[in-house]
């Protein structure tokens, strides 16, 4: 309980110094007590259910497949039909992002009502923010999100924003808008994204929290936004001393726009995207909260388990492969090992999508690593619904010399560098140490202010003591470079 006037004792409701009888399972009533000479004046009910979801990303287009864009309808579906209609939730809350653009698609537009009807003839209201991707546009009053409100879809939270500044408003249903609501015991707060001034926005908003927060409810707030320290990326984020300051109005701070899942300190959520909207979120764990508060104590449960494409995620070390036609074959024979073809008869699992790393030096010129075919027969021979081959190699033509300490000096770093760059190519790999001195060589040579004929002739001095097979190769390859 977020007031301590009520408090559950020995399962019996106790109001301030007074307990109340037979109120266990249900609500406590409004209206005097029969036995004791007070009042009750809360709803409280004895346990509320909540989703909370954010980033569906509906009509995304980032994928060239059909079928992976269908994957963000599929799994929107079955969370909705999973955890809010069969688990009989009070409300359903979405942080931001239910749509991938504010611009909304027709057959995303589609794919939204699909589980918002089902969600309003079941009696569960829906309650929205804005997120970056689905916002209304400064100049414009209108947007979908504020119409699917209009039409009492959803419960569009914002607070009102004007020359005197920022106001929060209690929920009309005349209207169908406001900034916050109550739904069985929990009072929820709206935002809107506020991108990089969102530490900025937050104190007056606070200022009204302090006005508006109940005591006689669970306080929750939906905000889109990144959170300091839950990123890879180093872009300006929320730090979580500011969040902090919401803490004394706020139980439970329903995140979304960071697509992957975090929780911080026990009372900031982020449930993360429903799908991987692209391929650095592969890795990402994501899923839905189905959130439980009992006795004003809540749980938040991350669910997974729902539509989500399969991925495989393998990798692969290029080194140590000469040509590019043993390195296809090693490739292949560890594919076959660690990835189980696709069965396309099989309709209760879906093809995954392999993401394949091909990591380490590459023995050969970068031109020759054929990406394209590789992704094209991993694609048909394990009936994958899509392949991504991220190429982090390390060419031939960008050797550096690893291993080597600090302390080596600039002449021996250097020869090192040079010897590298020759030897990860493995036709001139057995000559690298004295085509390195050979090159050091020259370039001392060039520095002194040395004739270019002297030095072309020491050049090809040297070449002459080495197989005439390797200038034959030195001369084709410099040609080609
Ligand atoms: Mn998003």
């Known amino acids: 309980m977020t007031n301590d006037k009520y408090q559950m004792i020995n399962g019996k409701w106790k109001m ?34 909540f989703l909370h979801i954010a980033d569906i990303h509906l009509g995304i287009r980032r994928y060239r497949s059909e079928d992976r864009a269908r994957d963000f309808f599929l799994a929107w579906r079955d969370c909705i039909e999973r955890f809010a209609l069969a688990e009989k939730v009070s409300f359903v809350l979405i942080a931001g992002d239910l749509f991938d653009a504010r611009r909304v698609e027709p057959q995303a537009m589609n794919q939204a009502m699909f589980c918002l009807s089902k969600l309003r003839h079941a009696g569960i209201p829906v309650v ?11 100049e414009n009053r209108f947007s979908w999100l504020r119409s699917l409100s209009q039409w009492g879809f959803i419960k569009l ?12 408003l209690p929920w009309d249903d005349e209207k169908c808008s406001g900034s916050f609501i109550d739904i069985d015991g929990v009072r929820i707060f709206g935002s ?17 929290l302090r006005h508006h927060h109940s005591e006689k409810h669970f306080n929750v707030m939906m905000l889109h936004t990144d959170v300091e320290g ?8 929320l730090p979580v001393v500011k969040i902090n300051e919401l803490k004394s109005y706020i139980n439970y701070l329903a995140l979304g726009h960071t697509h992957k899942n975090f929780e911080i300190d026990g009372w900031i959520y982020n449930p993360g995207s429903l799908e991987a909207c692209n391929v650095d979120e592969y890795a990402n764990v994501r899923g839905a909260y189905l959130v439980e508060i009992i006795e004003g104590q809540h749980t938040a449960h991350l669910m997974r388990d729902y539509h989500q494409r399969p991925v495989a995620r393998l990798s692969f070390d290029v080194s140590k492969h000469p040509t590019p036609e043993e390195l296809h074959a090693d490739l292949f024979d560890q594919l076959r090992h660690d990835l189980t073809p ?7 699992s879906p093809a995954p999508v392999v993401e394949l790393s091909l990591r380490g030096h590459l023995g050969f010129k970068n031109a020759l690593l054929e990406i394209n075919r590789i992704r094209d027969e991993i694609k048909q021979e394990f009936n994958s619904l899509l392949v991504i081959v991220r190429n982090q190699t390390v060419p031939v033509e960008y050797a550096v010399a690893a291993g080597l300490s ?44 040395e004739l270019p004929a002297k030095i072309v002739e020491l050049i090809e001095e040297r070449l002459a003591e080495s197989q005439t097979v390797l200038t034959a190769e030195m001369v084709w390859h410099q040609g080609t470079d």
Not at 26 to 39: D, K, L, M, N, R
Not at 158 to 168: A, F
């Open 128 to 138: 929205v923010i804005e997120g970056n991707h689905d916002c209304h546009e400064s």
């Open 16 to 49: 301030e110094n007074v307990f109340l009888k037979g109120y266990r399972h249900g609500y406590v009533g409004v209206g005097s007590h029969p036995q004791y000479p007070i009042t009750v004046c809360a709803i409280l009910p004895a346990v509320t259910k």
């Open 342 to 348: 696709h069965n396309p008869n099989d309709a209760d």
């Open 406 to 449: 600090e302390h080596v000096s600039r002449a021996e770093r250097e020869r090192r560098v040079i010897e590298d760059l020759i030897s990860r190519d493995t036709r001139f790999r057995e000559q690298a140490v004295a085509m390195a001195g050979l090159i050091l060589e020259a370039k001392r040579l060039a520095l002194s202010d």
């Open 192 to 208: 809107i994204w506020y991108g990089s001034t969102v530490s900025q926005a937050l104190p007056p908003l606070i200022d009204e």
């Open 157 to 168: 939270l914002e607070p009102v924003y004007s020359e005197s500044g920022v106001k929060l």
């Open 230 to 237: 839950q990123l890879n990326r180093p872009i300006p984020a």
